[in-house]
């Protein structure tokens, strides 16, 4: 068996694992967040929001670092170097330990502060808005502390832990809501409290995995300085990229509430609960993809690296495309199936997001993956960050002169738009990558499909009368006319002969049973 077979298979049982993981955590993930909501108001869901947004914003000073982390370990493995894979993941705990503690100083010294002063919290909420930023913190410091661990799973491509372990972590989470609804103790505090508590027993839980299965992940002191030197350089660039997108998300998100209140903060949270559960879809599709990038290119085999690329992005794309659909024709009834009484600005929120993930996730993801597979970033970072920072000075000014809150949303897709050609640009380059094969290979052949997907359907929606009938008729359809826009425009002629090849399988043994 061919080693690019081989390495296809394990993309696809990959896929295959994180997608029923995905299914599940989705569900449940979904079903919490609204029992949630219901229990702890739209007032407290707002500062859940908030607050979990000002401690998303040190995640610029460990963020960027984790990203080095990931992208060292995968190569060394992709490398074969066994002995400078021990030494690259010591390295990493020792950097992580050093970042906890360089933010705890940073959430407790700045944080505290500017909660207490600069935020637009209620007064009576504020001695719970506290307890939830200390929790928060200590949620954060444990996830960035199981940085090289998950990195190490991804590389190893053993994405059935995560399967099983993210399983455990959504019940623990279904739990919390039952436990929050008897709870005799402040709901806010207590929501905080439990959630932290999940990520004590979760880092545990991966730590105690990795030691059993992987050879480098048990801990001994090593000082490399060459190493130490490589991934904290690869770090500090990446920390401007991760600074404006930190700055595009969560900055905008406290830019909306010193101007609009907690309430359009709760309507931020909706939309990217939703997001983030479609992003799931994406995420675990690039997930199992990503690793074969990287290791493409520390094998030097650039062909098959800008193959992946993509493939990566084009149905990273039609993966979306399916749920982005309905969920943008029908938002106003899946929101009110959902919450009942979604918060105001919901709705458009949710339309816009989903719009925006196309730009900063779905297509960007496998072209950032590239980008450091080479450890080079320097140049890529200062310019794609010099662009990315627009997003929060013409929101600042777009609330300054009354514009509406969904102003943030639309500039940010704007920029982004922009950003996705600045770097095929860049990446050229960088990794040989022509983009007029991007441009075929992908943009060719999604732009007309996602025309078609919304076209019929949109039709239907426009006709008919809002309610039930209307929002099972415009999902069928959107789900129909999406999968046959993807094998008629979107796949070339092999992916639609393989997809057909597969079918014939799948039949001749459900015949044969």
Same mark, same amino acid.
């Given at each position: 068996?061919?080693?690019?077979?081989?390495?296809?298979?394990?993309?696809?049982?990959?896929?295959?694992?994180?997608?029923?993981?995905?299914?599940?955590?989705?569900?449940?993930?979904?079903?919490?967040?609204?029992?949630?909501?219901?229990?702890?108001?739209?007032?407290?869901?707002?500062?859940?929001?908030?607050?979990?947004?000002?401690?998303?914003?040190?995640?610029?000073?460990?963020?960027?670092?984790?990203?080095?982390?990931?992208?060292?370990?995968?190569?060394?493995?992709?490398?074969?170097?066994?002995?400078?894979?021990?030494?690259?993941?010591?390295?990493?705990?020792?950097?992580?330990?050093?970042?906890?503690?360089?933010?705890?100083?940073?959430?407790?010294?700045?944080?505290?502060?500017?909660?207490?002063?600069?935020?637009?919290?209620?007064?009576?909420?504020?001695?719970?808005?506290?307890?939830?930023?200390?929790?928060?913190?200590?949620?954060?410091?444990?996830?960035?502390?199981?940085?090289?661990?998950?990195?190490?799973?991804?590389?190893?491509?053993?994405?059935?832990?995560?399967?099983?372990?993210?399983?455990?972590?959504?019940?623990?989470?279904?739990?919390?809501?039952?436990?929050?609804?008897?709870?005799?103790?402040?709901?806010?505090?207590?929501?905080?409290?439990?959630?932290?508590?999940?990520?004590?027993?979760?880092?545990?839980?991966?730590?105690?995995?990795?030691?059993?299965?992987?050879?480098?992940?048990?801990?001994?002191?090593?000082?490399?300085?060459?190493?130490?030197?490589?991934?904290?350089?690869?770090?500090?660039?990446?920390?401007? =990229?991760?600074?404006? *997108?930190? %700055?595009?998300?969560?900055?905008?998100? @406290?830019?909306?509430?010193?101007? !609009? $209140?907690?309430? &359009?903060?709760?309507?931020?949270?909706?939309?990217?609960?939703?997001?983030?559960?479609?992003?799931?879809?994406?995420?675990?599709?690039?997930?199992?993809?990503?690793?074969?990038?990287?290791?493409?290119?520390?094998?030097?085999?650039?062909?098959?690296?800008?193959?992946?690329?993509?493939?990566?992005?084009?149905?990273?794309?039609?993966?979306?495309?399916?749920?982005?659909?309905?969920?943008?024709?029908?938002?106003?009834?899946?929101?009110?199936?959902?919450?009942?009484?979604?918060?105001?600005?919901?709705?458009?929120?949710?339309?816009?997001?989903?719009?925006?993930?196309?730009?900063?996730?779905?297509?960007?993801?496998?072209?950032?993956?590239?980008?450091?597979?080479?450890?080079?970033?320097?140049?890529?970072?200062?310019?794609?960050?010099?662009? =990315?920072?627009?997003? *929060?000075? %013409?929101?600042?000014?777009?609330?300054? @002169?009354?514009?509406?809150?969904? !102003? $943030?949303?639309? &500039?940010?897709?704007?920029?982004?738009?922009?950003?996705?050609?600045?770097?095929?640009?860049?990446?050229?380059?960088?990794?040989?990558?022509?983009?007029?094969?991007?441009?075929?290979?992908?943009?060719?052949?999604?732009?007309?499909?996602?025309?078609?997907?919304?076209?019929?359907?949109?039709?239907?929606?426009?006709?008919?009368?809002?309610?039930?009938?209307?929002?099972?008729?415009?999902?069928?359809?959107?789900?129909?006319?999406?999968?046959?826009?993807?094998?008629?425009?979107?796949?070339?002629?092999?992916?639609?002969?393989?997809?057909?090849?597969?079918?014939?399988?799948?039949?001749?043994?459900?015949?044969?049973?």
């Amino acid at each position: 068996m061919s080693d690019t077979s081989s390495a296809n298979k394990r993309i696809a049982k990959n896929t295959l694992l994180l997608y029923v993981r995905m299914l599940f955590t989705m569900s449940i993930s979904l079903f919490t967040s609204r029992v949630i909501l219901s229990n702890l108001g739209v007032e407290d869901f707002g500062i859940v929001n908030v607050v979990g947004g000002v401690v998303s914003m040190f995640s610029v000073l460990s963020g960027s670092m984790s990203s080095s982390i990931s992208r060292f370990i995968t190569f060394e493995l992709g490398a074969g170097d066994k002995h400078r894979l021990k030494t690259v993941f010591t390295t990493g705990i020792n950097i992580q330990l050093g970042m906890s503690v360089l933010i705890l100083l940073v959430a407790e010294l700045v944080g505290v502060w500017f909660l207490n002063c600069k935020m637009n919290i209620p007064e009576e909420r504020l001695y719970a808005a506290n307890w939830v930023f200390q929790f928060s913190i200590l949620s954060f410091i444990l996830g960035l502390l199981s940085v090289p661990y998950n990195a190490a799973i991804i590389a190893h491509e053993k994405m059935s832990a995560f399967a099983y372990i993210s399983i455990i972590e959504v019940t623990l989470k279904l739990i919390i809501v039952y436990l929050l609804t008897i709870s005799p103790f402040d709901r806010l505090i207590t929501y905080s409290f439990l959630f932290m508590m999940i990520g004590v027993l979760i880092r545990i839980i991966y730590g105690y995995y990795c030691k059993k299965h992987f050879e480098e992940c048990t801990y001994h002191f090593v000082y490399d300085k060459g190493i130490l030197k490589s991934m904290t350089s690869l770090a500090g660039w990446n920390f401007l =990229g991760n600074g404006a *997108f930190l %700055l595009n998300t969560q900055g905008v998100n @406290i830019l909306m509430n010193m101007y !609009f $209140g907690v309430a &359009i903060n709760a309507a931020r949270g909706v939309a990217s609960s939703v997001d983030a559960a479609l992003k799931q879809f994406v995420n675990n599709f690039t997930t199992a993809v990503n690793p074969q990038i990287t290791k493409s290119y520390a094998k030097g085999e650039l062909d098959n690296m800008h193959k992946l690329v993509c493939v990566s992005s084009k149905f990273s794309a039609f993966l979306m495309l399916f749920f982005a659909v309905p969920i943008i024709l029908e938002t106003d009834t899946i929101l009110h199936i959902w919450l009942k009484n979604p918060p105001e600005y919901a709705s458009v929120f949710l339309k816009w997001i989903i719009i925006s993930s196309f730009m900063d996730t779905v297509l960007a993801n496998s072209l950032v993956t590239s980008m450091f597979a080479t450890g080079n970033i320097k140049r890529y970072q200062i310019i794609v960050t010099s662009i =990315g920072c627009l997003v *929060f000075p %013409l929101s600042w000014i777009a609330f300054e @002169i009354g514009l509406e809150p969904q !102003f $943030g949303y639309i &500039i940010y897709f704007i920029i982004y738009t922009i950003l996705l050609f600045v770097r095929l640009h860049l990446l050229r380059d960088m990794v040989k990558l022509p983009p007029m094969m991007y441009i075929r290979d992908v943009l060719y052949r999604l732009l007309p499909t996602m025309v078609i997907s919304f076209a019929f359907p949109s039709v239907l929606m426009l006709t008919m009368e809002e309610g039930m009938v209307r929002f099972i008729t415009v999902s069928i359809t959107s789900v129909a006319f999406t999968s046959l826009s993807i094998y008629y425009i979107g796949f070339v002629d092999k992916e639609r002969k393989y997809i057909i090849h597969k079918i014939q399988i799948l039949t001749s043994k459900f015949i044969k049973q």
